[in-house]
């Protein structure tokens, strides 16, 4: 069965440099969120979107953002990274919540290092 | 507000030793209930779930029950294998609350030896 996809695995980027996650949502999901989750801590929530609308906003810098595309996948934009930006940030999809008490399903996380 | 907390790690135990990771919650109304594990180098993966009070969740012989009168939904394994060493997550979906996102404890690593 297909699988949330998120890209790349592995990103190294600079302090100042910006970066850029995607994530491509399980087909006919429609919401999708990002997590961060720094070295040895829980996950922690970025931001949700469903139906390319922002539907709920967590602890996301003001350096960060996002959104959701025609097609549903989702891109995470870094800026003036920081070295406390190093984390394993996930995404995650699911059929919009109101349709009772749906799982997400989660990527494989995308792990930023900033040097 | 709506947050999970389970219990500290690391946990270490010997194959087939018996595993329980306690999960209590606060929660308004009625959330659907979660474990995770993250294998190191992975991404969370769903273990189980349970939505409504008493329900039991299980898989690959993990089980977990949602205990409304106590707000708990401990995980246990009757014997664990060095395959489980992992992190384990204990989470809550808030009902049909317009926006969502999973709330996460802390995670309880745990490691099993041979």
Not at chain 1, 20 to 37: A, E, F, G, N, S
């Amino acid at each position: 069965a297909a699988g949330v996809i998120q890209s790349p695995r592995h990103l190294i980027k600079e302090k100042r440099e910006t970066a850029t996650l995607k994530c491509y949502p399980i087909p006919r999901h429609d919401t999708v969120y990002w997590y961060q989750q720094g070295p040895g801590q829980d996950p922690q929530f970025l931001i949700s979107f469903y139906e390319k609308m922002q539907s709920d906003k967590g602890s996301i810098p003001d350096r960060f953002s996002a959104q959701q595309f025609s097609d549903y996948h989702s891109e995470l934009n870094m800026s003036s990274l920081e070295l406390g930006d190093s984390a394993l940030y996930f995404c995650a999809s699911s059929l919009y919540p109101g349709r009772a008490n749906t799982e997400a399903f989660f990527g494989q996380g995308t792990r930023l290092t900033v040097v | 507000g709506n947050s999970v907390t389970q219990m500290e790690g690391p946990v270490t135990l010997s194959e087939e030793a018996f595993l329980t990771i306690n999960c209590t919650y606060t929660a308004t109304g009625y959330p659907s209930l979660f474990w995770y594990v993250q294998y190191p180098g992975e991404g969370l993966q769903l273990l189980l779930k349970a939505t409504k009070a008493d329900d039991k969740g299980s898989n690959k012989g993990f089980e977990a029950t949602y205990r409304k009168e106590t707000t708990s939904f401990h995980l246990e394994k009757g014997s664990v294998q060095v395959s489980d060493s992992a992190v384990y997550f204990c989470a809550l979906s808030p009902p049909n609350t317009g926006g969502f996102k999973t709330i996460f404890g802390a995670g309880t690593r745990l490691f099993v030896k041979a």
